[in-house]
């Protein structure tokens, strides 16, 4: 592992590419609705997608374009229409706004990706996508970042960018990753996208595969907001080269720099995803060690984190961890009721499954706080989880209800 | 099968049974907080209990004595306090609780049955819980079915109680099912307690079970409030004989009689739970044919059923079978986008994975009642399943966040 890698949250764009963002009429409250990302080289890109069965016409094309020419020159993307579950029609409209930001691009249409978000079952707005495009096409500048992670943004409250910088093949490199998230977020990703691009030149697309597929497990995959899966996942990264260092691979000796930018810029996206969950007052790390198995950690990981119960508890400040307990005794993982030690921070409120006395007021001020980690000790092995996730507030129901 | 019972919505005990209702002043509201029943021959008794790996010591101890003895006079239960993550302490308080009651009646301790529901990991206030089992012994009545079934409410909103009457052995016999459902009820009981009693005499504890587990499957374990199962869910099922008839067994001509009965009974209880699931403001029916197996199905409709974006989605009237479409395809059954078909009643909104047109307002109209079906088609087999379920309004965070 490679020394931690320090952040900036910015979308300062690595060299040679090119980004924008444009209120096309999508949204009914004129903010914003499209975005677009530009590599000027071709770029070494691979992708990671909703493990949803039920998949958007933007995932079907993406993949199938990522896993057939390994290379793109950036991607198109709407907010307001999910353009899944939308037949054949929804396929058409994909390919046309590729083709449409190719066109004013002069590449070729198959080196263009695309990703939407919003309503699913509607046919997208081909009548306001298409001169969106053009206004995006026209707009995209080696500035505009910030712009495209505003673009991209559904009902998050602020956007999600973080740019790291690191050496490789001789050359100082950047790193910038620009996400949405907010609702319909669980384990395989939820209406997340995330767009990752750098300027360090990799030798192929596999072993850039491989890094992202790295990256996500521990990042985007941690994530739980409400426990949904989305039909519109998409994680795509773009390495153009345009730093002009020598390419690196696993091998190479910069490789921990460029795979440890990686998976800091893709964890601080994954937990600005859970801090700015539908409605969340705070954010939970919950953290499950001494398991039997690293499957088992995972599982009461998200059975708590994915507990209705849990997650309207946090709301107020009590610690309520029966309902912990409770969570940790339905999930698949093997517990023993009488081993379980719960820490909220380093606070212990749980020994052997029954109460530790703890000095009034103490769990209730880390409960109180903006972010708070609760671990869950199972003492019956050596397996470990963390989970990122929020609380449930009222005003989760009121976005969602209609 | 028998033809369908008829159920009156009443608790009105069968013969040679008392009940009684009170308030020990465990609930801070003053409201009623303890209840029980008793059977003045022991009655041969059936229980199904929470598959929690964490269970309250009321669970524990009545699944030891039910499977001990197979007899019982009845149970004290107690809501404020669910008796459960409290160590050895709290099996001692839930053999105090019923050597209290059994004091008071005058029959041994080993007959007397316990229940808990309320905050998991604080101890019985048994300062309030003895001198309210002697209220209660000296309350008993055999019109306090009613009273019973006040008093194991917690966050339930009103009481859920059906009386069916059949003949068998010769006899009039009736069935009381008194229940408490509200919170933390899922797939496979949430803190939902139900208390059944017949004056039907039947043949012995292992018909009397198998009975009871046929109809709890068709009825509480297809209930799902939230998605989270609790500590000390608990169903018992009396059986007096004091009606006078001929014992019966599954082989007696009377036995579809009684068993229907049951059914008909715990099916009507489990809807009642669904229907006043926690900040409910409308039940809904979900179920999934056409699946490759009853196993899909089952998990297809619980994804449904479980989705917090689907259970929001219901609040408002917009049919969002986007989100329909979503939950199917995460869920572990398998499902080819392009063969469902989803109704709203009898209602087609989605035919082949995509929307049909429907006049404007008819659905909207089906999700504005209070009661409606939910019918996803898969057209890949013969499994079917339903689960009954709720929306799950702001009210549902406000009555759980503190």
Redesign the interface.
């Known amino acids: 592992m490679a020394p931690k890698t320090k952040t900036e949250e910015k979308a300062t764009l690595p060299k040679g590419y090119r980004a924008a963002g444009a209120a096309a009429g999508l949204k009914a409250s004129g903010k914003p609705d499209m975005a677009m990302l530009f590599s000027d080289t071709p770029a070494v890109v691979a992708g990671c997608f909703t493990?949803?069965?039920?998949?958007a016409a933007t995932v079907r094309l993406d993949r199938e374009r990522v896993e057939k020419y390994g290379i793109a020159h950036g991607v198109v993307v709407n907010s307001g229409q999910?353009n899944?579950?939308?037949?054949a029609r929804g396929l058409r409209d994909a390919k046309a706004m590729a083709a449409e930001m190719a066109g004013h691009l002069g590449v070729a249409p198959e080196t263009v990706l695309v990703a939407s978000t919003g309503?699913?079952?509607?046919p997208l707005r081909m009548d306001l996508v298409v001169p969106g495009i053009e206004t995006l096409a026209g707009a995209l500048s080696p500035d505009g970042g910030e712009d495209f992670a505003q673009g991209i943004l559904t009902t998050d409250t602020r956007p999600k960018r973080f740019t790291a910088v690191f050496r490789a093949g001789g050359k100082t490199c950047r790193l910038t990753g620009i996400a949405k998230g907010a609702?319909?977020i669980?384990p395989?990703m939820g209406t997340m996208l995330a767009f990752l691009a750098t300027d360090a030149a990799v030798t192929g697309q596999r072993v850039l595969r491989a890094a992202l597929l790295d990256a996500v497990a521990d990042s985007f995959n941690r994530v739980s907001v409400?426990?949904?899966?989305?039909?519109n996942d998409t994680v795509l990264l773009f390495a153009n080269g345009a730093a002009g260092g020598a390419p690196i691979s696993p091998r190479h000796p910069d490789w921990p720099a460029f795979a440890g930018a990686l998976r800091e810029v893709t964890l601080q996206l994954a937990r600005a995803m859970a801090r700015d969950g539908e409605g969340a007052s705070k954010m939970v790390t919950v953290r499950v060690t001494g398991a039997r198995s690293t499957a088992d950690a995972d599982a009461a990981a998200r059975a708590v984190a994915?507990?209705?119960?849990v997650k309207?508890?946090w709301?107020?400040t009590?610690p309520n961890?029966?309902?912990v307990?409770?969570?940790?005794?339905?999930s698949p993982a093997?517990?023993?009721?009488?081993k379980v030690d719960i820490f909220y921070d380093r606070v212990q409120a749980?020994r052997?499954?029954?109460?530790v006395p703890v000095a009034p007021g103490k769990l209730e001020k880390i409960l109180g706080g903006r972010e708070f980690t609760l671990e869950c000790r199972l003492n019956l092995g050596k397996g470990e989880a963390v989970i990122y996730t929020c609380d449930?507030?009222?005003e989760?129901?009121?976005i969602?209800?209609?």
């Open positions: 493990t949803n069965q039920v998949q999910a899944a579950c939308t037949g309503r699913i079952g509607v609702g319909m669980q395989c409400d426990g949904d899966r989305s039909t994915n507990s209705l119960l309207t508890s709301v107020g009590f961890w029966g309902r307990m409770d969570a940790l005794g339905y093997r517990v023993r009721e009488d749980v052997g499954g029954i109460a449930c507030t009222e989760y129901v009121v969602n209800k209609d």
